[in-house]
């Protein structure tokens, strides 16, 4: 397995891979895909990054069935987290329906609504795409 930068030919199946899972791409876009996680030339697993200077929105960490409990998951959260401390990122947020305890395993926390910054919270996937039910939640890095 090879975590890398995404070429542009990993943006249609990384969205049919969003898709599969049941995840939102009304309004995912190619330069919101961070990294990508490659097995023998396909493309298995990726996640999505979108930046507001001090704050980040992690988009859809998504990893194909047959590659699920092997790290993946948590080697593209931990690639996603050193490229946005290198960018300036202070704290990166995201919505879950499903894996909050997941996430909690890798330091994120459970945040109020109220809390969110407003780039976040004008963002498609905060304000429309993502159920009001979806759990909040954001880490502190750098």
């Known amino acids: 397995m090879k975590i890398r930068e995404p070429a542009k030919a990993d ?3 990384v969205k049919a891979m969003l898709e599969d899972a049941g995840l939102p791409t009304e309004d995912f876009a190619p330069e919101y895909l961070a ?5 023998e030339g396909r493309i298995v697993a990726a996640i999505g990054f979108q ?18 409990f092997k790290g993946l998951g948590r080697q ?13 990122v202070r704290e990166i947020w995201l919505l879950t329906l499903d894996v909050d305890q997941y996430f909690r ?10 809390e969110v910054p407003a780039e976040i919270s004008g963002t498609a996937e905060f304000a429309d795409l993502c159920p009001e039910d979806a759990t909040l939640m954001s880490k502190k890095i750098g």
Do not use: K, N, Y
């Open 11 to 13: 943006f249609a199946p």
């Open 105 to 114: 395993a890798m330091g994120f926390e459970i945040r109020d609504r109220a």
């Open 51 to 68: 930046g507001f200077g001090h704050a980040g929105l992690l988009r859809s960490l998504v990893v194909e069935d047959g590659t699920r």
């Open 35 to 39: 990294f990508v996680a490659e097995d």
């Open 76 to 88: 593209l959260v931990a690639a996603l987290e050193a490229h946005a401390d290198e960018q300036g």
